[in-house]
């Protein structure tokens, strides 16, 4: 209710600059006729401006007569009089190569992404996030790229915290992620549990604060040849703010509706929590929770003639979410976090030819989520009890909290310079650093019995890259119909650290009250009952100084890009790729690229591509004791890192790179206000990584640990699919105009074959960890998204369509079968009385879902925008699973658009 009244009080202060304007739009091209995406619209002598979105469409509102600025880098400004409502603009070529634009997957300066010839979205992220309502990047993508998915997970340990995201159903690490331009860092995280993406890590989207970006091009084609290593799926380059017009900024306020409906317990019966906001973990009862407050402020500021600097700050407080749970998972919902983001990105001329540039920022995230619950102990009952629950501490059992401390911090700076010879030279060196701090809260060490604290430092990990490059490009306007060269080196070192927690949090204690160092002589300690108590800290248990890791390495790449266009339709695109690895190896790689334009509206195009992702070091040596839930039920796991002796003596080889083919074909089409682009794609990846299922470990002689899983080339697959985007712009009258946008995604994910070698093929990679695998996407996924603007005021409604998803359920994890046979004719008991197919059975269906989106926003001045709305309108939900064995302990899964239903959200959106 504060932060209501906080905004009431905002409002009001705002609504009193309130003054008549008008509606001006159009379109901004080049002398081509091809739109300019990301061209910059201004009032002149104010900060009321604007850029064109990916058709190079604009709209702002201002006074009559007044004078409107339009600038594109490499085009002249012109600076243009209101004297009506439609004003479509035509900006010449400055022919300066030195500050042209270069879209991902190109380096040539002179294309626009309907002339690439492979698939590239160019969204204006400022215009979503001002509307949506949603406050982070990977919500944006969700909804706004064909091909990309990511939903908040729950239950999945540091997953919770990081988001995996995915493109066209691959991992989150087969996707690399540039600032503009420049190589960023990936997360410390592995995901290694209840996950989609699991045995990844990926780049954590949303440490980049939403309102530093001016727009995401998203690269849906294989591009190892031209980035390096993970650029299989394709590339997200964000580039940020350039903008000098001074403050503009927003107050964002949410909340997720608690309304799921009623008769879940009565379908599974069991007890459930957080039901219709019921019978909560947290104690209250509520209609809503999630509460979402944003603040962000974006300053812009002139350097000299053409620099810049521009600053951006983000403030974030989001609570919990709480859905049905059952008693296992008392706390199941999405996490907490209250997070500060500071980005900055400038440029500095120093002559005509040569300019300074430098962009970083850090962002600070406190997160708290809740682990599977722990029940209460019973004296003489160990059947029914649960030991891991000290019953002075928590008599009535407990709901441990994985809480951490994420530190993402980077710095980019380099040199621009055009020789006399007409070469541009870049000089760049980027670092950055992810760190990831865990704090176990509201939990307990059962094997110290009463002694036992209830708060620990679990310890972390780390992972920082530095990476230097040296690019050169030329554009030869008089070779052929325009050949572009590019070619250059790039250095890069990583370094990943897992560092120790207290001792508290992972050790196994003995009767006396010391940590077992010596099993042969110890006697771990144990219950009333008579049974030994697990160690470690509930929850999460925290890192060892033996899971500790100290590990670099290095790698050299060198490439040579170029396009040629042998006629003004005909385009050739070849790029090739050297990389050696200290570790283990070096690679080469290729991608050929063609666009034909078969009229001025059409063109086709298409690529062949190999590509490679190395192991990460993460995958190399990550290793923990930790305790996975089986059923409801704890099972301590060791998961080994791929150098130990523990690896090898299970015929584990090492980690090798993942190997890419990838092909594409597809077209372009573009009339007035209407575009289209549909591209089908193949890819083949050879000696996937993934995470194995659990093995026997009891003979390892481990103190507790009872499985053990590893990182492996487990997997060859094949993707296949189809993206498509369509576009159309339009008005009615002066007054009125409209935007229809289609976009879709199918998806065909297959496994080839596994590489379990001499091990059970059931156990090494089971159908439950091959379904979580081809659960990475939807089959399918299609938007529509509609606008229509009225003077000041806009509507917007967006449907989303998702396939159905299927998943195995933990009770392939519980039956365990050895083979297909087996799983197809199950003895339930183990005596003939009765057979189940777990195929049938153990599967959990979850039905295709629309989810509806709607906001509107009114223009109260040019100085203020009110936003009101609302996301999943109609409070869609996964199917619910009434079996109990969901792998996040929920009523349902995190799949699709997630489980936290109905979103309900204002915003006041300022300029300064």
């Not at 954590?204 to 091009?217: F, Q």
């Not at 062949?608 to 190399?620: V, Y």
């Not at 979850?846 to 709305?869: C, F, H, Q, R, W």
Request: glycine share 10%; charged share 20%; with cysteine.
């Amino acid at each position: 209710m504060k932060k209501l009244n906080i905004l009431l009080v905002l409002l009001c202060f705002f609504t009193s600059f309130a003054f008549a304007q008008e509606l001006v739009s159009g379109i901004v091209t080049n002398a081509s006729g091809e739109p300019l995406p990301g061209a910059s619209v201004v009032e002149k002598g104010t900060s009321n401006g604007t850029i064109t979105d990916f058709d190079g469409n604009y709209k702002i509102s201002v006074k009559k007569g007044e004078t409107l600025i339009f600038s594109f880098v490499g085009f002249q400004t012109k600076e243009i009089q209101i004297t009506s409502n439609i004003l479509n603009v035509t900006l010449e070529d400055k022919g300066e190569q030195l500050k042209e634009v270069q879209i991902v997957g190109s380096r040539g300066t002179k294309r626009t992404a309907m002339d690439t010839p492979v698939p590239v979205d160019v969204i204006d992220v400022n215009e979503l996030a001002t509307k949506n309502g949603n406050v982070d990047i990977t919500q944006i993508l969700q909804y706004a790229a064909p091909s990309f998915n990511a939903t908040k997970q729950s239950g999945s340990d540091g997953s919770d915290h990081i988001v995996p995201a995915s493109l066209r159903g691959l991992g989150p690490d087969q996707t690399l992620v540039l600032i503009n331009g420049k190589r960023r860092h990936q997360s410390s995280l592995v995901n290694i549990f209840g996950t989609r993406g699991r045995g990844n890590s990926g780049t954590d989207l949303n440490a980049i604060p939403v309102a530093a970006i001016k727009r995401i091009e998203v690269l849906r084609d294989g591009a190892s040849a031209q980035y390096g290593s993970d650029a299989i799926a394709g590339v997200i380059n964000i580039v940020l703010k350039d903008n000098t017009d001074g403050v503009t900024g927003g107050i964002t306020y949410g909340a997720y509706s608690t309304a799921i409906g009623k008769g879940w317990e009565e379908k599974t019966g069991e007890t459930l929590h957080n039901v219709e906001g019921k019978n909560r973990l947290d104690g209250k009862d509520k209609s809503f929770d999630g509460e979402t407050t944003k603040l962000d402020l974006n300053y812009g500021v002139k350097v000299g003639e053409t620099g810049y600097m521009n600053f951006t700050t983000e403030l974030l407080s989001k609570e919990k979410t709480l859905r049905p749970g059952f008693d296992w998972r008392k706390g199941y919902g999405s996490a907490a976090v209250d997070a500060f983001n500071f980005m900055i990105n400038t440029m500095i001329p120093v002559s005509e030819n040569t300019e300074i540039y430098a962009f970083g920022g850090r962002n600070y995230r406190d997160t708290n989520a809740n682990a599977f619950s722990r029940n209460e102990y019973i004296d003489g009952n160990p059947d029914d009890s649960d030991n891991r629950s000290v019953p002075s501490l928590y008599p009535n059992g407990f709901t441990p909290q994985i809480t951490s401390i994420i530190i993402d911090a980077s710095v980019s700076a380099g040199v621009r310079h055009k020789m006399e010879n007409g070469w541009n030279a870049d000089f760049n060196n980027t670092y950055g650093k992810n760190s990831f701090h865990y704090y176990i809260k509201n939990s307990n060490n059962a094997s110290m019995k009463d002694a036992s604290p209830t708060d620990f430092d679990a310890g972390g990990h780390s992972l920082s890259q530095n990476t230097t490059g040296v690019d050169f490009n030329k554009y030869f306007e008089e070779a052929a119909s325009g050949i572009n060269l590019a070619f250059g080196m790039e250095y890069r070192t990583e370094n990943f650290i897992i560092f120790a927690g207290e001792e508290a949090s992972y050790a196994l204690y003995d009767e006396d009250g010391l940590p077992i160092t010596n099993p042969a002589i110890q006697t771990v300690a144990f219950d009333s009952n008579g049974v030994d108590l697990p160690g470690g800290s509930q929850g999460f248990p925290g890192y060892s100084p033996d899971n500790e890791v100290d590990r670099s390495r290095s790698n050299l790449g060198l490439y040579v890009d170029s396009e040629f266009n042998l006629s003004d339709s005909f385009l050739v695109a070849v790029a090739l790729r050297y990389e050696d690895y200290s570790d283990f190896g070096s690679t080469f790689n290729y991608k050929l690229a063609s666009r034909f334009k078969v009229n001025e509206n059409l063109s086709l195009r298409g690529s062949l591509s190999t590509g490679f992702r190395a192991p990460s070091l993460a995958q190399l040596y990550y290793n923990l004791i930790f305790t996975n839930i089986v059923n409801g039920q704890s099972l301590t796991s060791l998961l080994s890192a791929n150098n130990s002796t523990v690896t090898k003596g299970f015929g584990i080889n090492q980690l090798t790179e993942e190997k890419a083919f990838n092909g594409s074909v597809g077209f372009t089409y573009k009339k007035g206000g209407f575009t289209a682009s549909v591209d089908a794609y193949s890819i083949k990846v050879d000696d996937r990584i993934v995470l194995t299922d659990n093995f026997d470990a009891t003979g390892l002689g481990i103190p507790g640990v009872e499985a053990a899983q590893f990182f492996a080339n487990g997997v060859d697959t094949r993707t296949q699919g189809l993206d498509m985007v369509f576009t159309y712009n339009g008005s009615i009258d002066s007054d009125n105009s409209f935007i229809v946008g289609l976009t879709g995604n199918i998806n065909d994910l297959k496994i080839d074959k596994i590489h379990n070698g001499n091990l059970n093929e059931y156990t090494f990679f089971s159908p439950f960890s091959r379904a979580y695998l081809k659960a990475a996407a939807p089959d399918y996924k299609f938007g529509l998204n509609m606008g229509f603007t009225h003077k000041k005021f806009d509507v917007n409604v967006n449907l989303t369509q998702f396939s159905d998803v299927k998943i195995n359920d933990f009770g392939w994890v519980d039956y365990a079968p050895a083979n297909e046979a087996e799983a197809l004719h199950y003895d339930v008991n183990g005596d003939g009385s009765e057979y189940i197919n777990l195929f049938e059975t153990n599967v959990d269906t979850y039905k295709a879902k629309m989810v509806v989106d709607l906001n509107l926003s009114y223009e109260v001045t040019k100085s203020l925008t009110l936003t009101i709305g609302g996301n999943n309108i109609f409070n869609q939900y996964p199917t619910p699973q009434f079996d109990g064995l969901t792998d996040q302990g929920g009523l349902m899964d995190s799949v699709q658009m997630g489980s936290d239903g109905a979103y309900f959200f204002g915003r006041i959106g300022f300029k300064l």
